[in-house]
Each structure stands twice: as structure tokens, then as C-alpha cells.
């Protein structure tokens, strides 16, 4: 069965050229998308299968689905809980008061419904592939298979990890190795999680490192996300994060994602420009937690992805939001941020991961005052497109969405679930 696109008007996400025509999408995780003469070639039905999809888009507009480059499932249920037992002064207390005291609590079903929900968000967001950043350190064990399996029932491709540190002691770290080892070992697409450079000691980073050489996998780390890190680093190892990281191996995988990357020094920003690794910038999560903003400059801005650090899954808001702060320092144009935003691509695709190839597709119902043309693209790219446009989204060649309603699951039950396992998760934080 494929799905045919007739009367598409397509916008090219590398060229930014617009073509016109009727397009094929082949269902499967590295399979793309065909141009046919007319919509004469389009079979009702593909032989004894199922009749294929035909969705004509006439006014409508059609280019790649979206990617987030640094997400948290574990925070879904966060969403309007009670205040914490204590309010937070600064981000160390904004960690030990509100994140450490939720992924304590979270259990399987609570991860599950947490990545239930992530999902659909992303689903409906145009975001078909999610690299993810996962903490319950109380509950570890089978916590990536888990995410990956509410992932793939709704369509999201994923690269996931396990978030190690050595605040809870060593049981949790060791657990988290032995996790991450068993998700890569049995061919999950995955990372090798540390929290931050501030909760991870020598021993912790080292055997981390390990893993992803024998997995020839990354790390995936927050980095220099508040002055604590880079302050505890200087007092405990005598080095900045990034030299920490460095010494370390870190920053030897092309897969290593650094989470942030506020407060460098310029010696910091030469070793990330010279290393293969990529940085994910969060701007929303940043302001929240006052923490100062990303500034590109300094950096290789091919390098950089744009995430949502959990707060929420549309990418399209995460641009603009990274277009915003770039005015303070001049660095960043829409055409510079519409290339970040498509970076994702680069990494996923450079990296060989699967779940990212042509036939990942969103169809906008984008109705513009003004005409959009190859030219004046990325203008509406900030200025105009919005999540309130996507109308279907396809991943991997299914469609996943189609007039704004989710087609894999049930999505009021999912939602009712995850309710549940909220006030369960809000009840263990009394
Ligand atoms: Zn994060």
C-alpha cells in the first residue's frame, strides 16, 4: 500500500525549490518518495493489498516532517502539577526541588504514558523523529525498550538514552550502564545518557565513554547549561566542562549530542568547533530557567540542532523562539535559523540512523496574506508557518495524522491514561 499525493505543491527542504506535481510515498524506515507523470498512474488499488491513500492537496503545501533534537518524555506529566515542597532560587534547586524529586517517582507505566504522550504531541507537531534524553533513575530497567515500544505504536522514530549520574548513588549508575548496554547490544538506535558534568564523577564518565566506543555510539550530555557546571568542574577536576569532556574521549563520536552550551570559554568553544560533536540549543528551557541564552557565535552553526528540553514538542515555536534570542547578538538570520532547525537531518542522516528519509512528510494548510516563493521562504518560515497549519503528517511513509486526528492509537484513551499516571506521579510527590 502508498500513499499518493496528488495536486502537491512541494517545498524542497534542502533547496528550498517548489515543484508541482503528483507524488508516491513508499511505506518503510529508509524508503522516499516518487514523482509520477499524472494522476492517470495512481491505482485505486495496489493489486489484492489494501486501496492506497490518496489525499489530493490541492492549496495545500507539502515538505519534510520535523525533527527535535533534545527532548525529555520523562517531564510529560509535569505539566500543571503542584508547586514544589520548596520554591527554587536558582537552577541547582530548580533540578533537586522539581526534576529529581518527579524522576524519582516515575515507574514503568508512569514512563510509558509519559512517552505515550510525548508522541502524540510530536505526532501532531509535525515532528516525526525525536532524539530523547531519558531520567527515572528508580526505575531503569527496560525504561528505553519501553519509550521505543510507545514510540513506534504511534509512528515516531526515535534515538533514545538513559540520563546516568551519580546523585542517587551507585546502584542507578550502574543500573543505567547496564540498561544502555542491553538497548544498543540487542540493535536499539540509542546514545549513551550522562545527566550533566556536574553530577557525574570520573569513574561514571569513563565507563560511559567506553560504552559508546564499543557500541560505536555518542554521548548525549547537558554541558555548561548554568555556571554551576562549569564552576564544579573547575573546583573538582581543575578543568572547564568542556576540557573535562575532552580528556575524557567525549568528544571523539560525530554521534556525541552536547545539550546547551551557554557558558563556554573560547578556548571551550575552539575544542567543540574542532570535534565532530553536535550542540542542541534550547532556547525556551533556557529562559525558564534563567539560566542566560545560546549565543551561535563561536560555534560551527552546522552543527547545531535545535531542541525543546521537554517543555514541549512543536518545533516550528522552537525555531522562533531561537530566531528571537539570536537578535540580542545579531548572529542569527531566519535563513541561519531555518537551516538549524533542518540540521537534524544532517546528524541523523550522517550518522546512518534509521526513521528520517524522504518519505517523512507534512501537508500545511498554509494560507498566507502575501505569496510565499523560494525567495522570500524563510521569511514565512518565521514569520508565517505555524503548528495551527499542519494538517497530516506521514512518517516513514504511513500516515500518521490526517486532518489534525491521530490514526495509530486512540489518542482520548491515551490521553486518560496518561492522566491517570499523572495524579499517581503528582500523589508520590506529597
Ligand atoms: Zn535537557
Known amino acids: 500500500m502508498s500513499i499518493y499525493l496528488k495536486n502537491a ?20 524506515p529508509n524508503r522516499g518518495i516518487e514523482w509520477i507523470p499524472s494522476p492517470d498512474h495512481i491505482p ?26 533534545h527532548h525529555h518524555v520523562y517531564s510529560a506529566l509535569a505539566r500543571g502539577m503542584p508547586a514544589p515542597k520548596k520554591i527554587p532560587a536558582n537552577f541547582h534547586e530548580i533540578l533537586q526541588y522539581i526534576w529529581w524529586a518527579l524522576d524519582k517517582c516515575l515507574d514503568p507505566q508512569m514512563i510509558e504514558a509519559s512517552a505515550l504522550a510525548t508522541a502524540v504531541a510530536c505526532a501532531k507537531h509535525g515532528v516525526t523523529f525525536v532524539i530523547d534524553h531519558h531520567s527515572s533513575p528508580f526505575s531503569i530497567e527496560n525504561s528505553l525498550k519501553i519509550i521505543a515500544d510507545a514510540f513506534d505504536k504511534i509512528g515516531i522514530s526515535h534515538l533514545l538514552c538513559c540520563e546516568m549520574s551519580d546523585r542517587d548513588g551507585e546502584t542507578p549508575s550502574q543500573k543505567g550502564l547496564e540498561e544502555t548496554g542491553n538497548f544498543l547490544k540487542n540493535g536499539g538506535q540509542g546514545l549513551v545518557g550522562l545527566h550533566a558534568s556536574f553530577t557525574v564523577g570520573n569513574d561514571l564518565l569513563q565507563k560511559a565513554v567506553k560504552l559508546a566506543e564499543t557500541y560505536n ?96 514538542s512543536d518545533m516550528l ?68 508557518l505555524e503548528s495551527l497549519h499542519i494538517e497530516s503528517v506521514i512518517s516513514k511513509g504511513k500516515l500518521i495524522v490526517r486532518d489534525r486526528k491521530i490514526l495509530t492509537i486512540d489518542e482520548q484513551e491515551t490521553l486518560d491514561f496518561s492522566k491517570i499516571m499523572a495524579k499517581r506521579l503528582w500523589k508520590c510527590l506529597k
Open 44 to 69: 485505486e488499488m495496489p493489486g489484492k493489498g489494501e486501496p492506497n491513500t490518496i489525499i489530493d492537496c490541492k492549496g495545500k503545501w507539502i515538505t519534510k516532517s520535523f525533527g527535535c533534537g
Open 317 to 384: 515555536r522552537s525555531a522562533k523562539a531561537a530566531f528571537l534570542v539570536g537578535q540580542s547578538s545579531g548572529a542569527d538570520s531566519p535563513e541561519t535559523i531555518y537551516k538549524r532547525f533542518r540540521n537534524v537531518h544532517k546528524y541523523l542522516q550522517e550518522n546512518n540512523f534509521t526513521g528520517d528519509s524522504e518519505n517523512n512528510l507534512v501537508i500545511l494548510d498554509y494560507d498566507s496574506p502575501t505569496d510565499m516563493t523560494p525567495e522570500n521562504f524563510y521569511g514565512h518560515f518565521i514569520f508565517g
Open 217 to 312: 555510539s555518542g554521548i548525549h550530555i547537558h554541558a555548561a547549561e548554568d555556571p554551576i557546571d562549569p564552576d564544579s568542574c573547575l573546583r573538582d577536576h581543575g578543568v572547564r566542562v568542556i576540557q573535562r569532556l575532552h580528556a575524557a574521549g567525549a568528544l571523539t563520536f560525530k554521534k556525541t549530542i552536547l545539550g546547551h552550551c551557554l557558558h563556554l570559554d573560547e578556548n571551550e568553544k575552539e575544542l567543540v568547533r574542532n570535534s565532530p560533536v553536535y550542540i542542541a540549543q534550547n532556547t525556551e528551557s533556557n529562559l525558564n530557567n534563567n539560566v542566560g541564552v545560546f549565543d551561535s557565535r563561536g560555534f560551527n552553526t552546522d552543527h547545531i540542532l535545535l531542541g525543546t528540553d521537554g517543555m514541549h
Open 9 to 28: 505543491a512541494y517545498i524542497d527542504w534542502k533547496t528550498l525549490e517548489f515543484k508541482q506535481g503528483h507524488i508516491k510515498v513508499f511505506e518503510g
